[in-house]
């Protein structure tokens, strides 16, 4: 069976469409030696792993944008059985069975303001009139968006399949005692989240400025992810008087986010929506104790792991965190359930069941 996988968001890997692009093509390489893979990339990602039956092509366009490359790029590799989509597009024209792996709903649930019409959005409204008349099945990371993808766009149960993400157990894991190093100075409660609204993160500046003078004045508010621009967050920082608390740290590599997870006293998620969820699953599985909302998918992911509170309760929130920084025993208990959890989640598993429905919805 030949399948192509149209890996677009190779371009974008500190996102969770990068990751969950990446991570899900090396797996295929390892679990599946029987199909036959073609790679379309935008960029030139060489530093994958080889495998005979995987081949990886590298398409650039003149017109270098998402909705062109994806029609374009899957023209030049011929006749396919299956087409995979690792995000949410469609295609005008497909040369076989054709899949797409849709994480959740959240621009129909949160839309963002537009103050003009988009052209491409147009364009695809043009020429893509009924996706799911084209789309044959859809992927999804997690109950909860498999609920809302039924709800809101129309899709059938039967033609949406729930694979949930995993953790690189090579990466996100506790440092080996040796390994460890370059411990911080102060002890700090981490975030891990971007520049979307609904990342919630001023609810946590809130709770952590809320939290008892001494609990708050011996640690920091470590917010990684590209936020530097956020003057709304800037601003509230400084109103609440916790500047010198509050590091925003910005994009790091795989390896200084282990170290963040690694030292961290507690990791706080509070989200309002997920799709997935992978920072606490990471986070888990670097043996970091994890507080988190109870909304969305995150209780799938989390289990018991975890201490979860409604994202926009800031007085549950701050009472969360001071239990957690306040109770050593309580932190070691959580960190040996979220290592726990985090082993039930592997991308080769992902991997394995994604293949198993690429043969279902082709009839192999």
Known sequence: MKIVIAAWHLNDVNVGLGRYTRNLIEALGRVDRNNEYDILMPVKA?????????HYWFCRYPVFKRRFWEQFATMGVGRYDLLHFPYDSCIALKRGKFIVTIHDV???LYPKPKKHVNFYSLMKRLYLPRPFETID????VSDCSRNDIVKNLGVSEDRVTVIPQGVEPNIFMPLPTDVAQEQPEAPYVLCVAGADPTKNIQSLILAF????????????????GDLKKQDDLLRLVKEKGIETQTVFAGIVSDQQLVRYY???EVFVFPSLYEGFGLPVLEAMACGCPVVCSNTSSLPEVVGEAAMMVGPLDIT???YAMRQVLSDSTLRHRMREAGLQRAKQFSWNQTATRTVELYERVVGH
Request: glycine fraction near 0%.
């Open 137 to 140: 099945h859809v992927i999804t």
């Open 209 to 224: 400025s809320l939290l008892p003078e001494k609990l708050r004045h011996d640690h920091q508010l470590m917010l990684v």
């Open 262 to 264: 690694q030292y961290a």
């Open 316 to 318: 549950a929130l701050e």
């Open 46 to 54: 060489s530093n994958f792993p080889s495998y005979p039956n995987v």
């Open 106 to 108: 959240k621009p129909l």
